[in-house]
């Protein structure tokens, strides 16, 4: 008798998930729009445009100081079952007055909070517990 090799797909014509694999839409879409990158690395391309601006006029101290406040703002925040608005981020950058997209439809936890217990999560995040 001659052994054949079993179809990768079952009799329904659907692909067999065990012998070939899980697939991935994501992996089976096509690139975005041309600038869908650019827009997606401007805030990284301009803060390194104005560090080095300021390196070659103030000296390295300025940028040295305005990455460390930016530090320093990205791990402040509020209480976590609030979100946190990022005015302090915003300011520091120069962004606090431009409206853009995320200003309008990029916060899902607008106008609520999380209903969970203040002192709870505040342990949770110190680790107490």
Do not use: W
């Not at 067999?16 to 839409?25: A, F, M, R």
């Not at 853009?100 to 505040?122: K, T």
Request: glycine fraction near 6%.
């Amino acid at each position: 008798m001659e052994s054949k090799l079993m179809d990768s797909s079952s009799y329904t014509g659907l692909p067999n998930k065990l012998c070939q694999g899980l697939t991935s839409v994501k992996s089976t879409l096509t690139t975005g729009h041309i600038l869908e990158k650019s827009e997606q690395t401007f805030i990284e391309k301009n803060d390194r445009f104005h560090h080095h601006m300021a390196r070659s006029v103030l000296g390295i101290q300025a940028p040295l100081k305005l990455q460390t406040e930016l530090q320093i703002a990205n791990k402040l925040g509020r209480l976590p079952c609030l979100p946190s608005s990022r005015l302090m981020v915003d300011v520091l950058r120069g962004t606090n007055e431009d409206i853009s997209f995320d200003d309008i439809l990029n916060n899902p936890y607008e106008f609520g909070e999380r209903q969970i217990d203040p002192h709870l999560a505040m342990d949770k995040q110190d680790r107490l517990f």
